[in-house]
């Protein structure tokens, strides 16, 4: 989506008006001018004080407060000896969310879902504003009132966060997840039976501080360590066949058996069904709110994904992925949001302006959307087999389709690296074995959005990659584009150069996966436009074969929204 983000106040084109970052809100009243002002009446408590896993609830009892206000928050710290003044809550819950009785009682217990932070934690009591929707920047008395006792997790080596990838290479299978502040010896574990495993492979760690990132609030008061991020990619595995695997290590234990069915030799007489959507981010199951509280349907997207993960060989997620803009813990709620997913099912992505922008720093676009964040965490979470980290396009076949991605934050012009690199891929495709070209990116090439701002508008980029990238696909015939970044469903004629024609490239923008909704839509549909909903979050559903590609879109309250079918 489209933002100008500001160390006081993130605002984000959504209907017709603008949403505000309320933590960012949060940030500002804090950094200079919270204080302490500790009230012994208070009785505040985390209750258990020791997690034995992630994802626990914790029960936090506040009692005796006085003039309680649906403005009041509990903010979750981690550490637990982190500054409120420099740093961001994990999340928080307000006011209005501690039950009927706290406004005439001044009791309240409140309900957390806690993710193993790999450290301690604590809860803080804190007032000093009213509406925490528009107007946080307005209140300069923030007070800590009180604070609750130290919790913390029984294993901080707890291995989390378990997701797949396809490598490009036949037979292959990358597996990530993460464990700890401090190496150990995690391994990956693979069998064909459950709990008997022929390969236990060791993985390899990695990492970023906030000096590999670009600015704040990644670098401030949005960082926090990520712990070591580890994979392991294992090999020779055969098409089809059910495999079951494990990773984490002897001193941390083992996460949960998980399985997968290995890839398939890409073939036209194989049958593929996927799984595509984009700009999901995260939400939470007990009310909190992180930095951005638009994302509440995200987690009813992935049920929805869940129950049909059966039927499916891949996710293809194009930008805008976790939203976490700089406030480093989102990262991990949002993989422990989607692990029941993408533990079973390849998780393929490509970045969006909330992985990748931010001045200065290697791109086009000057914005600020990563919040300091630079592409950074994405790549060392979703490692795609792109040229380098940092040139994230990339193509893989999987079944009877070969899948191009693109970066629509790097440069795409005629004549750059990328641009020459789409068009060597497109001239390498065997059709014979992949008849069916899917090319996919984050901004749209055709969309219906009043948006035309000459500082990457909706229009203004469309208009630049359907001069700049457009004629690739005219020339080596791609069959469908999929793309992100407005948060809707649409769908256009086959078009080239904005004409409808039988033969063109069919382009579907699915932004609607979780974040909220946009609404800037023209007063009529543009004449390539075949659909446009702006109703609903959801996801599309895709099989295809050697003849036809068939697409679904399912809102996630509405059910079947629309569905085509491309023959060949």
Sequence with gaps: MHNRYTLLLISLCVAFGHITNPLVGLRSELEGVVREEIDASIFMSASPSVLKASGERVTVALRGVPAPSTGDIIALYSPANADPRTTSPIKYISGDQFGSGYLSSGSADVKFTVINLRSNFRF????????????????????????????????????????????????????????????????????????VYNVIMPAKASTYKSSDLCGAPATTFGWRDPGLLYSATVSGLRGGKKYYYSYGSVAGGFSKVSSFVAPSIPSANSVLNLVAFGDMGKGEDDNSIEHWPYQAQAPETVKKIMAVTNDIDLVLHVGDISYAVGYSAQWDEFLEQIKPVASRVPWMTLPGNHERDFPNSGVPQNGTDSGGECGVPYYKRFPMPTPTPDQPWYSFESGPVHFVTMSTEHDFTVGSLQNRWIEKDLQSVNRSRTPWVVFSGHRPMYIDSTNDSPLWGDQTVAIALRQHVEPLLQKYKVDIAFWGHHHTYQRTCPVYQTKCAQGNTVHVVIGMAGFGLT???????????VYVDDTENGFTKIRVDAKSFKMEYFGNKSGLKDSFTLTK
């Excluded at 509406?131 to 609750?148: C, E, G, P, R």
């Excluded at 609404?519 to 436009?529: C, D, F, T, V």
């Design 124 to 195: 803080a009591f804190m007032r000093g504003f009213k509406d925490m929707q528009d107007n946080w920047d307005k209140f300069n008395s923030t007070v800590i009132l009180a604070y609750s006792n130290v919790a913390d997790f029984s294993n901080k080596l707890e291995p989390l966060q378990g997701h797949l990838a396809l490598t490009g290479k036949p037979g292959q299978m990358k597996v990530m997840w993460g464990a700890g502040n401090k190496p150990s010896q995690q391994v990956l574990r693979v069998g064909s039976v459950p709990g």
């Design 519 to 529: 609404h800037n839509l023209e007063k009529h549909w543009p004449s390539y436009m």
